[in-house]
């Protein structure tokens, strides 16, 4: 396997033209990779070579730049399903993971059995796998369920089984954490909605960028992921399905592309994964997505998340340093890489800007998961995220602007 150490991240991070950027005055350190992550050499090019030699519009042209646009994008589809282990035609190209979710949200319905009349969700989901269902239950009358978080931020299974039944028509639940980092039993989750005859949705917007998925390991029917939080173009996500639901699924947006004949009264849906692909695609953030996922496996997703691990453990060692820090982790092994902390008397915001003007870039705040930090007592968290690029020298400017921070605070 390769591996990912601290000189080899160094390398890595040549890939990526940013960190010739200052911020501040002083070198980048980009800690905020949870929210996106940047982008490689490959990708940029990939994306200027598109408008530079190769655009055009696909599926409707029948001339020589518009087949290789057309062949591009449908190979960019057979990459990210490769990389989770699903076939071409199974990868719906999106925005991002929120509108993979919303797509779901408006389309799976149609599939729901009569009687089945509740969501289950966790405490700990993003609001993009949280909203979406909550306006489906609206619409629907249905009842949304909530899998307990325990002490130790990880999720309660034992509550999971009680949650998950025969009236639950989907249980969507986060792989990852983005808040808190914790990576849950998504396999499990999985298995428990199968048991019950339920669908199963898995928010890999935090996992897939950093660990090997494989859809059917896991079993779940869907999984929704962001490209831009794993290398590649910003509007660039997807959603996986399975091929017979997808089939059967109506589709969420009406117009070109999608369909395969129109009369003045009606028309038929295209195959997939044009039904659910209506309109002009981002044609250049595909196959940036694509040259994205290259990257990822050239560098090895296992590799990524130990390296993760390792930074996350050295962060942690660091920061107990500190005093006067508090940590929402469930710790090295349960975690993926990335850190929420709060510094006492000093705001999650304060501490965020403290360490931009020190070069240093980390979240700050409710990280799109409000009903968490009021669960947790918070207003908000900092946040640390680490990627394939970070290095313990990162880490320690880090701490230093902590340091630094704590000192302007008087506390
Ligand atoms: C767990 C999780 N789900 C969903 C999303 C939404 O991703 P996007 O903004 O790319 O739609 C995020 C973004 O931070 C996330 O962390």
Request: with cysteine; hydrophobic share 40%.
């Amino acid at each position: 396997m390769t591996t990912i150490n601290n000189s080899r991240a160094k390398e890595l991070k040549k890939d990526f033209p940013i960190f010739k950027v200052k911020m501040s005055g002083k070198p980048l350190v980009y800690l905020d990779n949870a929210a996106t992550t940047q982008k490689p050499f490959p990708v940029i090019k990939s994306i200027e070579r598109y408008y530079r030699a190769q655009n055009a519009n696909i599926h409707r042209g029948v001339y020589p730049l518009s087949e290789k646009a057309t062949e591009l994008f449908e190979q960019a589809h057979a990459k990210v399903g490769s990389l989770i282990g699903a076939k071409q035609d199974e990868i719906i190209f999106t925005r991002n993971a929120t509108e993979s979710l919303n797509l779901l949200a408006y389309s799976l319905p149609s599939l729901f059995e009569k009687g089945r009349d509740e969501i289950v969700l966790t405490e700990m989901e993003h609001h993009s796998n949280m909203v979406p269902w909550q306006q489906l239950a609206r619409r629907r009358n249905m009842k949304l369920r909530y899998i307990r978080m325990k002490d130790g931020f990880t999720l309660d299974y034992g509550d999971a089984e009680e949650k998950i039944s025969d009236k639950s028509a989907v249980v969507a639940a986060g792989h990852v954490s983005n808040a808190l980092g914790t990576v849950h039993d998504v396999k499990r989750l999985a298995a428990l909605a199968r048991a019950n005859g339920a669908f199963s949705v898995v928010d890999g917007a935090q996992s897939v960028p950093h660990q090997e998925v494989d859809v059917g390991e896991i079993g779940c029917d869907f999984l929704a992921f962001s490209g831009h939080k794993m290398a590649g173009p910003t509007g660039m996500g997807a959603l996986y399905g399975r091929k017979q639901l997808l089939e059967n699924m109506a589709p969420f947006n009406f117009g070109g592309d999608m369909i395969r004949k129109v009369s003045y009264e009606g028309a038929e849906w295209n195959e997939l994964p044009m039904k659910f692909e209506a309109g002009t695609p981002n044609i250049a953030g595909g196959i940036g997505f694509g040259v994205a996922v290259d990257y990822l496996e050239n560098t090895g997703l296992r590799a990524i998340g130990a390296w993760e691990s390792e930074l996350l453990r050295y962060a942690l060692d660091k920061i107990k340093g500190v005093k006067g820090v508090s940590l929402f982790t469930p710790g090295v092994g349960k975690s993926s890489g990335i850190l929420s902390f709060n510094i006492d008397g000093i705001h999650a915001h304060d501490v965020a800007s403290l360490l931009g003007g020190e070069g240093v870039c980390i979240r700050g705040g409710h990280h799109c998961a409000m009903p968490l930090m009021g669960k947790l007592g918070v207003a908000g968290t900092s946040r640390v995220s680490f990627y394939l690029y970070n290095t313990y020298e990162d880490v320690d400017i880090f701490i230093q602007g902590l340091r630094k921070a704590k000192k302007v605070f008087g506390v």
